[in-house]
Each structure stands twice: as C-alpha cells, then as structure tokens.
C-alpha cells in the first residue's frame, strides 16, 4: 500500500497553520502525530492533495498548570501523557489511560488531539477527559472558540470541528474530585480497541457521594455520559447496592452494537460491570 501524491506543508506558528487551511479548504487535512490520517490514505479513505502539518508548532506540545486549570497541548503524545509529573500528580487516571492504549512506538507518535478530533466511539482518552470536565480550544483564521468537550462528539466519527478548525488545546479544570478512573475490557491484554470501557469521576465526603460523572466508550455511537445515573447516585450512602444499581443504570443506558469484537448484549454487561469496577476504584482509590 502506498501514500498517494499530495503537497506538504509545515507551517512554523499556529496562524501561519490557520492561513494555509483558509486559503486550501477542503482540498487539505491537518496533520499530527500521522498514526490514523495516513493509515486512512494508504488505504485509500482519505485522498488530499495537501497535508498540513503541525510537527513546528512546539506550543501546542505543552502540558502546564495555570491559574484555575490544567492545560495539555493538543499535540501532546500518548507517551507525554503518561510521563507527564503533572498530570500524575493531579489526575493519574489520564495517564493510566494514555497507557493503555496502543504499542510504545504508535504511543510515540500519536496526539491527544488527535484521539479526539477522530471522533471514534472506541477512543481511549475522551472518556476520561470528560469525566473530568474538560474543555477545549479549536482555533481557526476565523479566531477561536471553547467549547465542553462532551459537546464536541454528535455521532460516530463525527464532531463539531468546523472547516479550517485546528484543535489547539484541552483544559481540566480546577475541581473539588476525589477521584476518577478509567476502566476498559479489550481482546488483549494491552494495545487493544476497547470492547467497552467506562471512565468516572467522584466527589466523596465521608460515606456519601455527592458528586459523579460516568462516561461509556464502546457503548453507543458516540461517547456517553450517563446523566440520568448520576442524577439518581448523588447524595446517597456509598454501599456495594448503589454501586450495582449504578452499573445497571450505565447497561441499560449503553446503546452497543454487534461487532467482531462482541455482540450487544456482551456489551452492556461488560458496561454494568466496568462502570460499578470503576466507581469503587475511584471511591477507594482517589485519583487512579
């Protein structure tokens, strides 16, 4: 399988990026770490005639605290997530998750950015990174706009990212968590696409939960949070029947569908079962 012909670009700042998608239009693709957008032409589902890549753009490899939040630049790797001392520190299931992910070589390569910005209900890091509230940053010769990550997803492989449109930045909020894990099942022991997989966050004061969020990956064409469990959870005395009715809320939420990977039916129960797994991790564990 080859590359087809197609003109590259590697623009030095952010605008200049901005500037040549503007100007080329639907003609270019934006191009990271490469793990996914040039699997996609060599087998022919994506044919540019111009990649714009964003390998100079330094920047938008950071991960910092500031004032209120924790940054992670869009082009951070898989690898960077998961050396990242700060984000150990702060949120260790980020990159617990990083980690799970796919071979050294692929984690080298590939971006938070672009995990997301591909929009697969599988993907490993949106799950958790909505769990913890995050937002991001998509700018554009137009200018830039925020927006909640969970807004960002609409249906499988599909998103909110606008023509032109760079994802440049994700933001964790500042937040009064205890903890938060992700948990998926996969075919293999690691590298593996998730089967299911849920992430969760909590807040926890003394035996009662007064704060969760539950996002399902691998269960609906889209990723899922479950609002209308953690409506039903908050406030209430921690026990292992709040955790099981949680993971049964979470099952009947799920909307799987029939893979290669395992049936629907399979599917859901592995939800119940990731999710009420999840929630005890978080509730003992803290941040893990």
Not at 33 to 41: R, Y
């Amino acid at each position: 399988m080859y590359v087809p012909d197609f003109e590259y670009h590697a623009p030095n700042t952010v605008a200049e990026a901005c500037a040549i998608l503007a100007e080329l239009g639907d003609r270019a693709t934006v191009l990271a770490g490469g793990t996914d957008v040039l699997h996609k032409m060599k087998v022919g589902k994506l044919t540019p005639e111009h990649l714009v890549s964003l390998k100079n753009l330094d920047e938008l490899r950071e991960i910092r605290e500031e004032p209120g939040r924790v940054v992670i630049g869009a082009l951070a790797s898989h690898n960077q997530i998961y050396n990242s001392r700060l984000l150990q520190r702060r949120y260790l299931s980020l990159p617990l998750a990083a980690h799970t992910m796919a071979s050294n070589q692929i984690c080298n390569l590939g971006t938070v950015g672009g995990n997301i910005v591909n929009g697969v209900p599988s993907a490993d890091l949106p799950p958790i990174l909505i769990a913890l509230d995050a937002s991001i940053r998509l700018t554009s010769a137009r200018g830039e706009r925020t927006l909640p990550l969970e807004d960002f997803f609409y249906g499988s492989a599909q998103t909110r990212i606008e023509p032109g449109e760079i994802l440049t930045e994700i933001s964790i909020p500042d937040q009064q968590t205890t903890g938060s894990t992700y948990m998926k099942f996969g075919l293999r022991r690691s590298g593996a696409l998730a089967v299911a997989a849920a992430a969760v966050s909590v807040q926890v004061s003394g035996d009662t939960l007064h704060g969760v969020r539950i996002v399902l990956a691998s269960a609906a064409p889209t990723v899922l949070r479950v609002t209308a469990a953690e409506r039903s959870l908050i406030g209430r005395r921690i026990d292992d029947e709040l955790l099981t009715e949680a993971g049964n809320f979470a099952a009947q939420a799920s909307r799987p569908r029939d893979s290669i990977r395992g049936s629907a039916e399979y599917r859901k129960n592995l939800v119940g079962v990731l999710t009420k797994r999840a929630l005890r991790k978080a509730i003992e564990e803290g941040h893990a």
